[in-house]
């Protein structure tokens, strides 16, 4: 089984799943939950090329096609999806080795890679990121967008279809006030 090969016996360390839709917060909540060096942030990998000011091993592991399907192959992801054409995945030995080092290691992924961590390791604890109402999330795809309104609204559409996998996870919290978001996931996890 999978987890077994990942976590073993008297670990210490915990593998928390963050997911929301955009607009949520949740990359705000991950750079401040990351402040304290007990907590980590997962580095994907992607077959997309860097973006200005993007660095290998710190945004992305930035990997062509071919060697991304080799990790496929040789079963190196936890999770993997593709996303405007490109792949994206999570190391499993990156979980093994935050986990060994007794570490809390975060992986801010989408519903449908959160699903696919929450299957194969139960204990992980997931954690859904939402807003308090409609209108709040509106208004914050309005103000971090610079797209036109009928983009804003799809955006609109897609974060509601996320929000219904809510009740797949062990927790939800209401980012209403980013300061209250933290506390309430540092109690989740444990955090001093």
Do not use: W
Request: overall charge negative; charged content about 35%; glycine content about 6%.
């Amino acid at each position: 089984m999978l987890e077994d090969s990942i976590i073993g016996e008297g670990e210490k360390g915990k593998l928390v799943i963050i997911s929301g839709p955009s607009g949520s917060g949740k990359t705000s909540i991950c750079k401040i939950l990351t402040k304290n060096p007990k907590v980590k942030q997962s580095v994907s990998y992607t077959t997309r090329k860097p973006r200005d000011g993007e660095r290998d091993g710190i945004d992305y592991c930035f990997i062509d096609k071919s060697e991304f399907e080799k990790l496929i192959e040789e079963d190196k992801f936890i999770e993997y999806a593709e996303y405007c054409g490109y792949l994206y995945g999570t190391s499993i030995s990156t979980i093994k080795e935050a986990i060994e080092n007794d570490e809390i290691l975060i992986l801010a992924i989408d519903v449908k890679g959160a699903l696919q961590v929450i299957d194969k390791m139960p204990e992980a604890i997931s954690i859904f990121i939402n807003t308090p109402d409609d209108e709040t999330l509106k208004h914050r795809l309005k103000n971090r967008l610079t797209d036109d309104d009928s983009v804003i609204n799809e955006r609109f559409v897609v974060a509601k279809e996320e929000m219904e996998y809510s009740k797949h996870y062990d927790y939800c919290v209401i980012n209403d006030r980013l300061d209250d978001a933290v506390k309430e996931i540092e109690g989740i996890l444990n955090i001093p």
